[in-house]
């Protein structure tokens, strides 16, 4: 009768023991919860924000399964600290993710400033071709400032990169880049427009009569 | 009494065994009676745990919703219902984890499980208001494009080459590049930024447009003037004469001969050409009646042929001393001279001084028409406002 009681008393106390063995996964916890900040900090919920509301929604139910165990008589985290190291390797992966979107945002725009620049250089190596007429750079003007805003664009596209704003410098210059290129069309179109005008005259001028050109009267 | 050899009373061990067996009879009992309570209680905990309903469905519902409603940007379009959702989440899990760390039999989840409930509601409120919303906006949005784009297709159309002041194209420009960024921002979904960047985008063309169309409208003022001038040049070439009518809107230079436009021509004008040339290097074009004066055959003139005009007239010379009284015109400035219709022109925009500029073999064909004497009519416009404009409201 003793050892039955001995054994009883054992089995309640082993079940004591084992229910207040299963503590809350505090470090697990913690290192999820930092691991996830360290991603946003990295900038995963602009760069990749699937990847990071999936982890954010994992997290939650890692929480959520951590309540569950806590509720119960004889708690087992075991759910919770594999969801919660789920969250990590989630983590690890966004971060990752979010420095090669970056990576490849850089080189994108970098390429694009450089296509851009070259075409801003070059609409204005064209503008100096352009049909000037005896003025000169009245007419052009418009189309000069144009391209300024283009070349400004770049300008402040630059300073967005070198803040680290790379989603804002993506799309300002996408925008430049399609405005150069417009711009270019214009004054291909202008010059080819000019070159069709200067054929006849070209033939004009091959005439046997044709004389010294008069000097300009600049007084209109 | 009868003692045994022991000295023991008789039936002292049965007595005594007999008391030892009914106590621990009684401790049997007891431990049975306890064990039986222990359990009862167990089981009626066991009972009342297993019973008691968890919040883990109503969270996990929760999180489903609200991890929808982020889906549906309801974190952009509806902000403030997102932001209640996700509070009433927080709120849910907060109380579930107040009540967990209470003794097991007083654990209330009904607070936790309100939350909850609460948290999935407003998530799917926010989601379906954040779809109308955003679908709200886009339409907005992709219907401001088109209207923005008519608006530069009028400033393109009316008044791209008008010459208008620095300050007004530069806004044209700037509107375009906010339009072409308002276009990436929306087809890249980001509908809040496209909306700001439209909104920029719209400031700047309305101001481009309105400065333009004040500018256009001020010219028109003087369209019963030149309707007259052009009726005039008309009815003077009813007699045979050729008659040379320059509309500098149109950018045309006709040849009228008997009531009737036997030639035109694509002209080009000065830089200024939208006013009436009032002094020297004003790079206006002058409008009026002017006769041909001379005829400058190739080799004469830097413009391949030109046909002098007789610039300025007496209109011009009465409104320029007229102007000079008045201190518009400074008092070093001359009237200006030497307005020609020549040649070296088909470049496509206005580049004169003030002349009329034709392509080469235009000028040669017009040498052929006309010659010293004949009527050089210009006005700024042969058209009203209204057929210029094809009636568009600007």
């Known amino acids: 009768m003793k050892s039955k009681l001995i054994i009883a008393i054992a089995a309640m106390g082993i079940a004591v023991l084992f229910s207040s063995c299963a503590k809350v996964p505090q470090t697990e916890i913690d290192a999820a919860t930092a691991a996830i900040q360290s991603t946003k900090d990295a900038g995963a919920d602009l760069y990749v924000p699937e990847a990071y509301q999936a982890m954010v929604d994992s997290m939650k139910s890692a929480n959520e399964k951590v309540e569950v165990a806590k509720a119960k008589w004889f708690p087992n985290y075991t759910k919770a600290k ?52 005896k003025e000169g750079k009245e007419a052009l003007e418009a189309i000069k400032s144009d391209n300024a805003v283009a070349e400004t664009t770049v300008t402040e596209v630059e300073a967005l990169l070198a803040n680290g704003d790379l989603l804002g410098s993506d799309s300002k210059i996408k925008a430049a880049k399609e405005k150069a290129t417009s711009i270019k069309a214009e004054l291909d179109e202008a010059i080819a427009k000019k070159g069709a005008a200067k054929a006849p005259a070209a033939k004009a001028a091959k005439a046997p009569a044709a004389k010294a050109p008069v000097a300009k009267k600049a007084k209109k | 009494m009868n003692y045994n050899t022991r000295g023991f009373p008789p039936g002292y061990f049965f007595n005594t065994k007999m008391m030892v067996l009914s106590k621990q009879k009684r401790i049997r009992w007891i431990v049975i009676g306890l064990l039986s309570v222990i359990f009862v209680v167990i089981t009626i905990c066991v009972i009342i745990v297993s019973q008691r309903k968890l919040p883990t469905d109503d969270l996990r519902l929760a999180r489903e919703a609200l991890s929808g409603a982020k889906e549906a940007e309801a974190n952009i379009y509806s902000e403030k219902m997102f932001k209640e959702a996700s509070q009433n989440y927080d709120s849910a899990m907060v109380n579930w984890a107040r009540e967990n760390r209470r003794f097991i039999l007083f654990r209330d989840y009904g607070r936790a499980i309100n939350f909850a409930g609460r948290a999935k509601k407003r998530a799917d409120e926010a989601a379906e208001e954040s779809i109308k919303k955003s679908s709200t906006l886009n339409k907005d949005i992709e219907s401001s494009f088109v209207s923005l784009a008519k608006k530069i297709e009028l400033y393109n159309k009316l008044f791209k080459n008008l010459p208008i002041s620095r300050s007004v194209f530069d806004a044209h420009n700037k509107s375009k590049m906010f339009l072409s960024e308002s276009k990436i921002a929306h087809d890249n979904g980001k509908l809040n930024e496209a909306d700001i960047l439209y909104k920029k985008a719209e400031i700047y063309t309305n101001h481009a447009n309105s400065a333009a169309s004040k500018m256009l409208r001020d010219y028109f003022n003087d369209y019963p003037n030149w309707s ?159 057929v210029i404009t094809s009636g568009t409201d600007f």
């Not at chain 1, 971060?95 to 801003?120: D, H, P, Q, S, Y």
């Not at chain 2, 008997?258 to 006013?275: D, L, T, V, Y």
């Not at chain 2, 046909?307 to 070093?332: E, H, M, T, V, W």
């Open chain 2, 228 to 386: 007259r001038l052009a009726n005039d040049a008309i009815a003077a070439s009813r007699g045979g004469n050729k008659v040379i009518l320059v509309d500098k809107v149109a950018h045309i230079l006709y040849v009228y001969q008997s009531g009737k436009a036997i030639r035109s021509f694509q002209a080009e004008f000065g830089s200024n050409w939208m006013a009436h040339k009032e002094r020297n290097g004003d790079r206006a074009t002058p409008e009026g009646n002017y006769h041909i004066c001379n005829e400058k055959n190739r080799g004469n003139s830097a413009y391949h042929k030109a046909l002098l005009l007789d610039y300025p007239n007496a209109d011009d010379r009465r409104l320029f001393a007229q102007n000079k009284r008045n201190g518009l015109i400074s008092r070093g400035a001359g009237i200006g001279n030497l307005i020609e219709i020549h040649g070296n022109g088909g470049k496509g925009f206005d580049w004169t001084s003030g002349c009329v500029g034709l392509r080469d073999n235009d000028i040669d064909d017009l040498c052929r028409l006309v010659g010293p004497g004949t009527r050089v009519t210009i006005v700024g416009s042969l058209q009203p406002l209204s």
């Open chain 1, 82 to 133: 594999d969801l919660l190291a789920k969250v990590n390797t989630m983590a690890t992966d966004a971060k990752a993710k979010t420095e090669a979107r970056k990576v490849e945002l850089k080189n994108e725009v970098t390429t694009m400033i450089g296509e851009v620049k070259a075409l801003v250089a070059e609409n204005t190596a064209l503008i100096a071709k352009a049909p000037r007429g």
